[in-house]
């Protein structure tokens, strides 16, 4: 059964699905771009399988599923040899879980409401409380390593450490992030981004994100 997912290289969240599909050796997925600029997500065909028009959105079958963190977990429980990437251990799991609802809560946002105002209103540089929001997502990230590491919810490398490293290195293209101020942070995005599926999956959209934006900032 042929998987397909809804994408764009430079989304953050499909970069997370996709590190996912990596990671996991995922063979037939079939990819589609869904052109945000193009408004592509606002068809009357996708509102159809996703009202929320978001990307990510994975089809399987019939089965429709959105939000990368429910989807990465859906691909583990479906196609994982182990569970290694998302544990059944009840403190584990609930760990992962605080981190991949810090993702949707602090991290992504802090991301979205400094690059959509420059992407889609026409302003050309980043405002003040919009960075403040990124040095507390560092910061929260930072300290989070202090007590917990090498990855974000312990010793293995986990869905937490995939899905908020789409977010972090995302940040990181448009606001470097400061190995005097968060060394732990630096540390760990340095260790995720020498995963294979980093490599494949998530190098060169953080990059192309960041050129993006920052090819219209004044
Ligand atoms: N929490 C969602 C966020 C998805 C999201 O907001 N994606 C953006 C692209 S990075 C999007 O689809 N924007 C278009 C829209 O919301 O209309 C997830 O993790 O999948």
Redesign the pocket.
């Known amino acids: 059964m042929v998987l397909t997912l809804y994408k764009?290289d430079?989304?953050?969240?499909?970069r997370?699905?996709m590190m996912t599909i990596e990671a996991l050796g995922i063979q037939d997925v079939e990819y589609v771009d869904?052109n945000?600029l193009t408004k592509d997500?606002?068809t009357e065909e996708y509102l159809k399988m996703n009202p929320?028009?978001?990307?990510?959105m994975l089809k399987d079958d019939d089965f429709i599923i959105?939000?990368?963190?429910?989807?990465t977990a859906y691909l583990v429980g479906k196609y994982a040899e182990n569970n290694a990437l998302y544990p059944t251990d009840l403190k584990k799991r609930a760990l992962i879980d605080q981190r991949l609802h810090f993702?949707?809560g602090i991290l992504?946002p802090a991301l979205?409401g400094n690059v959509e105002p420059v992407l889609f209103k026409g302003e050309s540089s980043f405002k003040p409380e919009g960075l403040e929001k990124i040095s507390a997502a560092y910061e929260f990230t930072d300290k989070f390593l202090a007590s917990v590491s090498p990855y974000l919810a312990g010793s293995d490398l986990t869905l937490a450490d995939i899905?908020c490293v789409a977010t972090i290195s995302s940040l990181n293209a448009l606001v470097p992030i400061d190995d005097n101020k968060y060394p732990n942070l630096a540390a760990w995005l340095e260790r995720c981004s020498t995963e294979e599926f980093y490599k494949k999956a998530n190098e060169a959209g953080a990059q192309l994100l960041g050129q993006i934006v920052k090819s219209k900032l004044a």
């Open positions: 764009l430079a989304s953050p969240p499909a997370a699905v869904v945000l997500h606002l929320q028009h978001t990307i990510p959105w939000d990368s963190h429910a989807i993702d949707s992504f979205r899905c």
